[in-house]
Structure formats: structure tokens, C-alpha cells
């Protein structure tokens, strides 16, 4: 039988864990986190807001270079028991930067919840800084 592993790399769990973004919207503090493995980006962030966040306002930054800009969404609940959220969208620029753009504000006690993935390869020319 033929051996079908090429490559083996080894990773720590630090290597994989997501980390916390410094550089939040005040709302979103120790809630923004993001990851870099195998070129792909991954944001994540939920927070019961303890701030308004309105439209236009910048959730956070995350340290990134991409090569073009990409779009995720954001998920809006309004109580505890809200089970049906908005469904919005948020954006991120080559800077890094997660700006809310769905037109709508979110107010105190909201819930606020996205997730995103995005390249970040050399064929869309983005890099990640430690």
C-alpha cells in the first residue's frame, strides 16, 4: 500500500487557538476573536452589549493584510428570548478593519454575534502579522 501522507506538520495548541483582538469597539471588549491558519482568517465575536453600537461604527481590528475587502454577517437579538435575529451585514477592509454596515443601530442589552471567514493566501496577496 502506497503512503498517501506527503506532509506532516506539527501545530501547539497555541498555534490554532483563537486570539483576542486589541483594538475593539468599546461594546465588544475581550469578545472579538480571530485565528489565521492555512491562509484562511476566522473572526468570531458574541457579545451581550453593555454600549450602543451604531451603524458605520468599527467593531474592531484585527491584525491582517487582505488582499480585498469581504463582507460577513452580523446577527442581531434583540432579548434573550429573541429567536429569530436580524440578519445583517458587516464588512472587512485589506487594513483589517470589521466595520458595522447594516444600516442598523444596536442598543444595550442586544446581543451581537458574527462570524466570519475570509483567504488570506497568496493568490489574494494578504499576510498576517504576529
Known amino acids: 500500500m502506497p503512503n498517501i501522507v506527503s506532509t506532516v506538520t506539527v501545530v501547539q495548541a497555541s498555534d490554532v487557538a483563537f486570539k483576542v483582538a486589541n483594538l475593539t469597539h468599546p461594546a465588544l471588549t475581550g469578545k472579538l476573536f480571530y485565528r489565521v491558519l492555512g491562509g484562511v482568517l476566522e473572526v468570531h465575536c458574541q457579545a451581550k452589549l453593555n454600549s450602543a453600537v451604531t451603524s458605520g461604527a468599527v467593531l474592531g481590528t484585527v491584525p ?32 483589517g478593519v470589521i466595520t458595522n454596515t ?27 502579522e504576529k
Do not use: Q
Open 64 to 95: 491582517v493584510t487582505l488582499g480585498v475587502s469581504a463582507m460577513g454577517l452580523l446577527y442581531r437579538y434583540t432579548s434573550d428570548a429573541d429567536t429569530s435575529p436580524d440578519v445583517r451585514r458587516c464588512t472587512i477592509d485589506t487594513t
Open 102 to 128: 447594516s444600516g442598523l443601530a444596536f442598543n444595550i442589552g442586544y446581543t451581537l454575534m458574527f462570524d466570519m471567514t475570509i483567504p488570506i493566501g497568496s493568490t489574494e496577496g494578504g499576510t498576517y
